[in-house]
């Protein structure tokens, strides 16, 4: 067998931990020599992040506290899909209401990333949000979300910061520069309804 043909089946699956957010397995997979091995999968419900940008070319960003790093993060404004077949922008858009106070009128998708494929089936697809308007912000109670910091950054300074290394948040890394490439003209956005073959499925399929 070339190399590149093989397909990896598994043999067997194991659950390890269902929780509210994300359940962990265990597969044992077939290398190609024969040997099995055994990998441990973070199943996911996958998400969506918005590269909210105003007529200033401003992003909305959000300064939240990520307690798995200990500190508070520059994200754009993200969520999770609720339930299986959610409408990723439908969920996009309720996301950048909640969080940011902000409605658009017009989306496209931006980027698809899988931030730690070597371990979790994460998937996230980030959308371009523009023609936007203000609106309330529901109460978001005295979860996490209520210590959101909401702030306009330039996108040139986004670009800055992510280089400097104050944006870390994979996703909004990816989506801070994959605008600014479309801003530069070396590429497009995609619309609403494109293939999103990495979306996660399985963790959903528990829900049902």
Not at 3 to 17: K, L, Q, R
Not at 87 to 112: C, H, M, Y
Not at 181 to 205: E, I, K, L, S, Y
Request: hydrophobic letters at 45%.
């Amino acid at each position: 067998m070339k190399p590149g043909e093989h397909d990896f089946p598994v043999a067997s699956s194991t659950d390890i931990y269902e929780g509210r957010v994300m359940a962990v397995r265990a597969d044992q997979v077939v290398m190609p020599g024969g040997r099995e091995a055994t990998r441990e999968i973070v199943e996911h419900p996958g998400a969506v992040a918005i590269a909210a940008v105003d007529e200033q070319d401003r992003l909305m960003m959000i300064l939240q506290y990520r307690h798995a790093v200990r500190r508070r993060l520059w994200e754009m404004p993200a969520g999770l899909l609720d339930h299986a077949g959610e409408d990723p922008t439908e969920a996009a858009a309720r996301e950048l209401e909640e969080e940011a106070g902000l409605q658009a009128a017009d989306w496209s998708v931006l980027v698809d990333a899988v931030p730690s494929p070597g371990f979790s089936e994460e998937a996230i697809r980030v959308f371009l949000a523009t023609g936007l308007t203000r609106v309330d912000r529901p109460d978001l109670g005295d979860d996490e979300e209520a210590d959101l910091e909401p702030r306009w950054i330039p996108l040139a300074e986004a670009v800055a910061m992510v280089l400097r290394g104050e944006i870390v948040n994979a996703t909004t890394v990816a989506g801070v520069l994959a605008l600014q490439v479309v801003r530069d003209g070396h590429g497009t956005t995609r619309d609403t309804d494109a293939d999103w073959p990495d979306r996660p499925t399985r963790f959903a399929a528990r829900r049902t």
